[in-house]
């Protein structure tokens, strides 16, 4: 997530921003322009193009600062919000800007990626008064906004076993699920994708209920990035996905803050990304948070079957990103 700079004072702006801090210039995110924007004290923001938008009627109620084209409408992002908590929901209400928030950095990345989300939708449930499973089906993202809730969520890592449980990683999780179903699809693309992840006409809950019951297979870390991709190809293919955009993103933010020696390829496979600048970086970072006294930031190792895997995934993104422009 790269960092942002006010258009009146020069002053460094973050993504969730809806006030310059130095400045007092009101703003609004510009999915077009990928930018954050200063808006009137009305709300307002016109573009190059003339064109008027307003900041989104969900300001405050999610912490929405993108644009939307009508004065009291809602913004692009907020309409693929399905379902949210009712207003008599107060926990779910609490917890709704977190999912919200990780919601929008999925879709600036997936943007920035050439991604579509024609077809994908969100519904924010409350687990405070029905139970919610978390998953994917048929373009419908469903969260548990309960996980919202930093010290739920770490109860749940912890039983599960997880080194590794956040809100954007749920997010990046199913939504390569999604990514899946809608790219890979026939010809030589879904041969390899066999070839790296599996069949994925494999029965999908006899798999879940024998990796549950009997826990990963040995040896599972030298081609698998964690012990639930090995659960059925299509739970391989979207935890791959997820650290594709993992390690993209943060390469990305750490180049923007001035943290690599190496700059990122341009070009070539993403395992040359991998090995030249996340791998180093990674270690570095897993340090640091150890000299905080934190557990590591990136607890994963990765294989070279995972190499390959990571390539197929970034070349469906090259391939995406091309056919958008």
Not at 244 to 258: M, N, P, R, V
Not at 272 to 287: C, E, G, K, T, Y
């Amino acid at each position: 997530m790269r960092s942002f700079s006010c258009r009146n004072c020069s002053s460094q702006l973050f993504f969730e921003n809806s006030v310059c801090l130095t400045c007092g210039t009101g703003l609004g995110f510009s999915r077009e322009e990928r930018a954050l924007v200063p808006v009137d004290g009305s709300g307002r923001y016109i573009d190059r193009a003339g064109l008027e938008w307003h900041v989104c009627r969900n300001l405050n109620l999610s912490g929405c600062t993108w644009l939307a084209r009508l004065e009291g409408g809602q913004c692009m992002a907020c309409d693929l919000t399905r379902t949210r908590p009712s207003d008599d929901d107060s926990a779910g209400l609490a917890q709704f800007p977190k999912a919200e928030a990780a919601k929008r950095h999925l879709l600036v990345e997936l943007d920035a990626r050439g991604f579509s989300t024609d077809g994908l939708v969100f519904d924010m449930l409350s687990s405070t008064s029905e139970d919610v499973t978390i998953g994917h089906a048929g373009g419908v993202i469903t969260i548990d906004l309960a996980e919202a809730d930093g010290a739920r969520r770490e109860q749940i890592r912890e039983e599960l076993g997880e080194p590794y449980r956040t809100m954007l990683g749920h997010l990046r999780h199913e939504v390569g699920h999604f990514m899946q179903l809608r790219l890979v699809t026939g010809g030589e693309r879904l041969d390899r994708a066999r070839q790296l992840f599996g069949d994925e006409r494999e029965d999908y809950q006899a798999a879940v209920s024998r990796h549950y019951a009997q826990g990963p297979p040995a040896g599972w870390w030298t081609s698998y990035i964690s012990s639930y991709a090995t659960t059925h190809p299509f739970e391989d293919f979207a935890e791959t996905f997820a650290h594709y955009l993992h390690i993209s993103d943060t390469c990305e933010t750490a180049a923007a803050q001035g943290l690599l020696s190496t700059t990122p390829p341009a070009d070539g496979p993403f395992r040359d990304l991998v090995r030249q600048v996340w791998i180093p970086l990674s270690l570095a970072l897993n340090q640091i948070n150890r000299s905080m006294g934190k557990d590591d930031l990136y607890p994963f190792v990765i294989p070279e079957p995972v190499l390959d895997k990571l390539d197929f995934i970034a070349r469906l993104a090259f391939d995406a990103n091309a056919t958008m422009q």
